[in-house]
């Protein structure tokens, strides 16, 4: 007969038993909640990385598709096709800099110098004396008018952090690309049922939400670019080469991105055109706004994301809420995690399931070059 525990020293441990703490966690829902918050907190935590992570994303996948191709098509070796292809990226932006820096140093040094010009003769407008008799602190607005613009004259400080981390970003996707093998092997060691391996796990979806995201944006500007160009074209305006990469850049902001981009060619056309401009650019936002929430966003998304297009707008106002403007690049990588790892936890709840059955819950690997 086993001695009773409490006549065990203090130190020992009951016959046939597991320390508690390791059995409480061995229980589903307690590793669940725990592999959770860990997440979370790793999310929170590196918040400020976000913008690496999508630098990063991009860069790898862009080179898996760029130098891979050239190793799989001409059995080229990793480092060889990784140099062709910086090379040739290389090439395209220093001709694309060494032919636009002069104009875009120009039209910035026209935009700081003709800034006070154009608030002044804003003020001496017919409208401005009409809205100054409706609202008596019409001064207070102009003013703040060109304090925001000073700020935005600021922010060139965001964009050399940017810079940065699109710097480190490329790095870190040039040493993921000639180490991929390694980091496989690595990554394939890991049991997928242990809290490490879960996490690891669920890195990995969060980069393929992200990867998505970048590619849906993509889709969404070119589309945009595209749709509008016909129509600059036939109202004349000038800068139309300035003006397509603004609605490109624009169009990579989910669902508001259309409306800014909208707003600077509506100011544009009028000048341009009158109210005749005005009017088709503001109908030309307002389709170009519901081909992306109704039709190219639920088309493109719907495979990855199997929710109504309510949800998905409900989704990006509570994330707008809470985060902001950048609440709006989180709503779709938020739900496409939150279905993935929803689907981990039903296949672990099968029963008589195998552990095979969380690791097909994986998105499935780029193909490797060789």
Same mark, same amino acid.
């Given at each position: 007969?086993?001695?009773?525990?409490?006549?065990?020293?203090?130190?020992?441990?009951?016959?046939?038993?597991?320390?508690?703490?390791?059995?409480?966690?061995?229980?589903?829902?307690?590793?669940?909640?725990?592999?959770?918050?860990?997440?979370? @907190?790793? =999310?929170?935590?590196?918040?400020? &990385?976000? !913008?690496?992570? /999508?630098? %990063?994303?991009?860069? +790898? #996948?862009?080179?898996?598709?760029?130098?891979?191709?050239?190793?799989?098509?001409?059995?080229?070796?990793?480092?060889?096709?990784?140099?062709?292809?910086?090379?040739?990226?290389?090439?395209?932006?220093?001709?694309?800099?060494?032919?636009?820096?002069?104009?875009?140093?120009?039209?910035?040094?026209?935009?700081?110098?003709?800034?006070?010009?154009?608030?002044?003769?804003?003020?001496?407008?017919?409208?401005?004396?009409?809205?100054?008799?409706?609202?008596?602190?019409?001064?207070?607005?102009?003013?703040?008018?060109?304090?925001?613009?000073?700020?935005?004259?600021?922010?060139?400080?965001?964009?050399?952090? @940017?810079? =940065?981390?699109?710097?480190?970003? &490329?790095? !870190?996707?040039? /040493?993921? %690309?000639?180490?991929? +093998? #390694?980091?496989?092997?690595?990554?394939?060691?890991?049991?997928?049922?242990?809290?490490?391996?879960?996490?690891?796990?669920?890195?990995?979806?969060?980069?393929?939400?992200?990867?998505?995201?970048?590619?849906?944006?993509?889709?969404?500007?070119?589309?945009?670019?595209?749709?509008?160009?016909?129509?600059?074209?036939?109202?004349?305006?000038?800068?139309?080469?300035?003006?397509?990469?603004?609605?490109?850049?624009?169009?990579?902001?989910?669902?508001?991105?259309?409306?800014?981009?909208?707003?600077?060619?509506?100011?544009?056309?009028?000048?341009?055109?009158?109210?005749?401009?005005?009017?088709?650019?503001?109908?030309?936002?307002?389709?170009?706004?519901?081909?992306?929430?109704?039709?190219?966003?639920?088309?493109?998304?719907? #495979?990855?994301?199997?929710?109504?297009?309510?949800?998905?707008?409900?989704?990006?106002?509570?994330?707008?809420?809470?985060?902001?403007?950048?609440?709006?690049?989180?709503?779709?990588?938020?739900?496409?995690?939150?279905?993935?790892?929803?689907?981990?936890?039903?296949?672990?709840?099968?029963?008589?399931?195998?552990?095979?059955?969380?690791?097909?819950?994986?998105?499935?690997?780029?193909?490797?070059?060789?």
């Amino acid at each position: 007969m086993s001695q009773p525990a409490a006549d065990l020293p203090p130190n020992a441990v009951a016959p046939g038993g597991f320390d508690r703490i390791a059995r409480f966690f061995a229980e589903k829902t307690a590793r669940r909640a725990l592999a959770l918050l860990l997440f979370a @907190a790793v =999310l929170v935590s590196f918040r400020h &990385l976000a !913008l690496l992570l /999508v630098f %990063f994303v991009t860069f +790898e #996948r862009a080179l898996f598709f760029t130098a891979g191709f050239l190793c799989r098509r001409f059995k080229w070796k990793r480092l060889w096709a990784l140099l062709a292809v910086l090379g040739l990226a290389a090439l395209v932006l220093g001709l694309g800099a060494f032919i636009s820096a002069g104009r875009v140093a120009k039209l910035v040094v026209e935009t700081r110098d003709g800034l006070p010009t154009r608030m002044a003769a804003l003020r001496e407008h017919p409208w401005y004396a009409t809205l100054q008799e409706h609202l008596p602190d019409s001064e207070d607005l102009a003013q703040s008018a060109e304090h925001y613009a000073a700020d935005v004259a600021r922010s060139a400080a965001a964009i050399g952090r @940017a810079f =940065l981390m699109a710097l480190i970003g &490329l790095i !870190l996707a040039i /040493v993921y %690309f000639l180490d991929e +093998e #390694r980091i496989k092997a690595f990554r394939d060691s890991l049991d997928p049922r242990t809290l490490f391996g879960t996490l690891v796990r669920w890195g990995e979806h969060l980069a393929e939400s992200v990867s998505l995201t970048v590619q849906v944006q993509l889709v969404v500007a070119a589309c945009n670019a595209v749709l509008t160009l016909p129509v600059l074209l036939l109202i004349g305006v000038p800068r139309i080469a300035m003006l397509m990469v603004l609605i490109f850049v624009a169009g990579l902001i989910p669902v508001v991105g259309n409306l800014i981009s909208g707003t600077v060619l509506v100011i544009l056309a009028y000048q341009v055109k009158g109210w005749f401009g005005v009017v088709l650019f503001v109908v030309l936002t307002f389709v170009l706004h519901k081909i992306e929430s109704y039709y190219l966003n639920p088309r493109l998304t719907a #495979r990855h994301v199997a929710l109504p297009g309510f949800v998905l707008i409900l989704s990006l106002i509570a994330w707008e809420h809470l985060l902001g403007f950048a609440g709006l690049f989180v709503s779709f990588p938020f739900l496409f995690l939150a279905g993935k790892i929803r689907s981990e936890f039903r296949a672990e709840d099968v029963p008589d399931s195998v552990p095979a059955a969380v690791v097909d819950a994986q998105v499935a690997p780029l193909p490797a070059a060789p």
